[in-house]
């Protein structure tokens, strides 16, 4: 027996994720700094996978320079990640003892 309600047969499922971060239903609100948060990360790691990405497409006769300041970006990169996640665990934080 199938069930006329099952989830696979939605066409047009409704989110009802509670975001108490901005106080929405669903998606986040347009002002909501928890998502900024994750959008800057995504931003930070996909720019880290090209990054890596391209140290790997370096030829072996790149210039010395060319290697060392792609590193460095990479490096870069990395601790942009950290900072962005110290930055989400304050924010994680603050929301936590706004909220009762
Ligand atoms: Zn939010």
């Known amino acids: 027996m199938t069930s006329l309600t099952s989830d696979a047969d939605n066409q047009h499922p409704v989110d009802s994720t509670y975001h108490p971060c901005c106080n929405a239903i669903g998606r986040h609100g347009p002002d909501c700094v928890v998502k900024a948060v994750d959008d800057a990360r995504a931003s ?57």
């Open 44 to 100: 930070i790691e996909l720019a880290h996978r090209g990054a890596a990405a391209a140290l790997r497409a370096l030829p072996d006769e790149a210039p010395l320079f060319a290697v060392v300041d792609t590193v460095n970006a990479i490096a870069h990169l990395r601790a942009a990640t950290r900072l962005v996640d110290r930055a989400a665990t304050a924010i994680d934080r603050t929301t936590a003892k706004v909220t009762p």
